[in-house]
């Protein structure tokens, strides 16, 4: 009864002043909405979906698409999200767990499984413990707030991810953004941050549009100097860089030097959700008590947890698949520079051709799918104006074969399009 009333003041078909209100109100919200997106449309920065009808992987079906596509966009570094293992470890988990908990974690939502995951995730980084979060935006978004106060101060890169300046937006703390990777404003801006009581350093390890990696050593060396706490959102790192896969502190030498880390389930780890923040106990205590998206929002599902145990557990095992993605993102990047293209970043997975120009990007990418190769262009507002780039993503599970078809393709586009000799 009660959808049915909502169904008839939709189509305006209810009855008296509440229905001819809300009329005019939804009218009103419609032609808002109308404008806005047609702003949007106007500014070329329309972002549509293309619908996948298969599972995760370097080969894809799409809806409605004939033979499948090779895909380069996924940020499934180790080709762990439809890896066997790990999927029958899911079906496990949702068959001796259930489906959902139905509650937060400190009403009903707590299995063994969450604690064994948090267990691991903090041996896997060599922290005291960690703390589990429905996603790493969520974890961006409790820290700050539930870690400082108006007499601190945090200090973040201008290009960190967006859920760590929606984090600090939320913080009450006095906040410094300093240049990207420059560590003269960074010091210049610790000199001044001298006068709160905590300084708390915050910064991607490995930023996903450029491919590029922190400079953990020299923020670590300046966090000693001026006192101050180094956090690091370790989304695009975790499970890859690093001898062992640990992440940015242990490819640079720092993991002793690294307070706070921040990282995601959902790419490399499985690729299914869920995030997590690790570091010292008291930190972690701290989170369960005060940090809004843990306390408030739902338990992770069991076969996510699943997903992300298993993931992990092959990852301790053999530093194998990270060896092998090192292997091709080596063989992309360096067959793509030597067929002319600049590659923006260092040895990192995320591949940016650069190509500066919008309209470029484009037309280049929708050639490529003609080609049967799924790849993304980047432009203005996501990237700076004149640095479009289409953005590709080495997995595992690529084979040679899959990286030099990828090269051949971008070669003959390229010429095409003028954007190569
Ligand atoms: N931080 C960075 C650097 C990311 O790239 C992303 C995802 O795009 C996130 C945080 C959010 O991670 P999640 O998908 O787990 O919310």
């Not at 966090?223 to 896969?245: M, N, R, S, W």
Request: aromatic fraction near 6%; proline fraction near 4%; include cysteine.
């Amino acid at each position: 009864m009660w959808r049915g009333a909502v169904v008839r003041v939709l189509r305006g078909g209810g009855a008296g002043t509440l229905r001819s209100a809300s009329g005019a109100a939804s009218a009103q919200l419609r032609r808002l909405l109308e404008n806005e997106l047609e702003d949007i449309r106007g500014a070329g920065t329309w972002k549509s979906e293309r619908i996948i009808a298969s599972r995760q992987g370097p080969h894809l079906r799409l809806v409605g698409g004939g033979a499948k596509i090779l895909n380069f966009c996924a940020n499934n570094y180790l080709g762990l999200s439809s890896h066997p293992e790990v999927i029958r470890a899911a079906v496990e988990a949702l068959e001796k767990f259930g489906a959902g908990l139905s509650s937060v974690r400190f009403i009903c939502g707590t299995q063994s499984i969450h604690k064994d995951l948090e267990e691991k995730i903090a041996r896997f980084h060599q922290r005291e413990d960690a703390i589990l979060y429905p996603s790493c935006f969520d974890a961006n978004t409790g820290i700050f707030e539930a870690l400082l106060t108006p007499e601190d101060a945090v200090l973040s890169d201008e290009l960190n991810h967006a859920s760590i300046i929606d984090g600090i937006r939320l913080c009450k703390a006095n906040k410094y953004r300093y240049k990207h990777m420059d560590m003269q404003d960074l010091e210049a801006k610790l000199q001044d941050a001298q006068k709160h009581r905590l300084r708390l350093v915050a910064t991607d390890g490995a930023f996903s549009m450029d491919g590029d990696i922190a400079p953990l050593r020299e923020i670590c060396q300046l966090a000693q100097k001026y006192d101050a706490l180094v956090f690091i959102d370790e989304c695009h790192a975790t499970g890859f860089l690093g001898p062992t896969g640990r992440g940015t502190d242990e490819l640079l030498g720092v993991m002793d030097k690294v307070t706070i880390i921040n990282s995601t389930l959902g790419k490399a780890l499985g690729g299914a959700a869920g995030g997590y923040t690790t570091g010292p106990r008291s930190l972690i205590d701290l989170l369960r008590q005060r940090s809004r998206p843990y306390l408030f929002s739902n338990s992770l599902p069991p076969a996510v947890v699943g997903c992300a145990s298993k993931a992990l557990d092959l990852l301790m095992e053999s530093n194998a698949i990270a060896q092998s993605m090192a292997a091709k993102t080596q063989r992309f990047r360096s067959k793509m520079t030597a067929a002319g293209f600049t590659i923006s970043g260092k040895d990192h997975p995320i591949c940016p051709v650069m190509l500066g120009d919008a309209r470029l990007a484009a037309v280049m990418a929708e050639d490529m799918l003609n080609r049967g190769i799924y790849v993304i262009g980047f432009s203005y507002p996501v990237v700076p104006k004149g640095k479009a780039r289409i953005r590709v993503q080495i997995s595992a599970v690529h084979s040679d074969e899959d990286i030099d078809h990828c090269v051949e393709a971008f070669t003959e586009v390229g010429r095409k399009h003028g954007a190569i000799p």
